[in-house]
């Protein structure tokens, strides 16, 4: 449940989404504002949309030019404020010590390079934000999630990061869809779905794509699409449909729908003939 509270010069939302290894997102505008020295236990990832961050971190002055990607590690102080008088947006992911894509070996390496100039990985960061912020579609965000760790460990660590590495893999991809096409209605976690196909998540989001084309979450809800055609084929109406079909309400139904279809399911229905 998003908490918002704002003026004209100062507006915040946050929220924490039903993703693993994420506990908090947050998206503020500030002017004024200028963080104390602080910690979090937990890993701050940000990138700023409009205006520049200045902040320092183990006593050396760091900053967020547009197209930076920031990642401050747990338990080290740092501050904020506005490098210029305009202020700054930014958008934050608290991602979590503990379960999330980085662990206590990649601390040392943040703090000597925390800015990060990468526009592939702030494309993805921005990509994850956008899908956490939609509800039903937290398979998309935590392979989103997987991907973002992957580069940010192969900044951070690179020759570790390409030694751990590995190609495609159809065994993996294949009892993927398999699990898919078992679970189309109640869904599966990726966590679980590595678990059980005993796979690292990262590794098994991109084989997946590799061997078919599409990611997993993509597959997932354009087998759901299809089976609410069939319905919808049968005068089931659009709630229903969204029911029996795994998605999270009617309208989550009526954007993937309009997605893979052309069409609301509603004016589809009406086509019948």
């Not at 912020?133 to 989103?144: I, K, T």
């Not at 973002?148 to 460990?153: P, Q, S, T």
């Not at 096409?181 to 690292?200: F, K, N, P, Q």
């Amino acid at each position: 449940m998003a908490a918002a509270t704002g003026s004209r010069s100062e507006e915040i939302i946050a929220w924490r989404p039903g993703v693993a290894g994420v506990t908090e997102v947050f998206h503020a505008h500030f002017t004024r504002h200028a963080y104390p020295m602080h910690v979090h236990d937990t890993w701050t990832l940000l990138i700023v949309d409009e205006g520049a961050v200045r902040y320092d971190l183990e006593r050396h002055e760091h900053g967020t030019p547009l197209g930076t990607v920031s990642l401050l590690p747990p338990q080290v102080p740092h501050n904020g404020s506005a490098a210029t008088p305009l202020g700054f947006r930014k958008r934050v992911l608290y991602l979590d010590a503990g379960c999330g894509p980085l662990d206590s070996s990649f601390i040392g390496p943040a703090v000597d390079t925390p800015d990060l100039a990468d526009p592939l990985l702030r494309q993805r960061i921005s990509q994850l934000h956008a899908s956490l912020a939609r509800r039903g579609d937290e398979l998309e965000a935590a392979s989103r999630l997987e991907l973002v760790g992957e580069r940010l460990r192969e900044r951070l660590r690179p020759r570790l990061a390409e030694g751990a590495r590995r190609g495609p893999d159809r065994r993996v991809a294949g009892a993927l869809r398999e699990l898919l096409d078992a679970r189309l209605v109640e869904g599966v976690e990726l966590g679980e779905a590595a678990t059980l196909v005993h796979a690292h998540p990262a590794h098994l989001v991109r084989s997946f794509g590799a061997a078919y084309g599409i990611a997993p979450h993509q597959y997932l809800m354009a087998r759901r699409v299809d089976r609410a055609r069939r319905l919808l084929l049968d005068g089931v109406s659009a709630g229903e449909v969204a029911v029996r079909c795994g998605f999270y309400d009617q309208s989550h139904l009526s954007r993937h729908f309009k997605r893979v279809v052309g069409t609301p399911p509603g004016r589809y229905a009406r086509g019948l003939r």
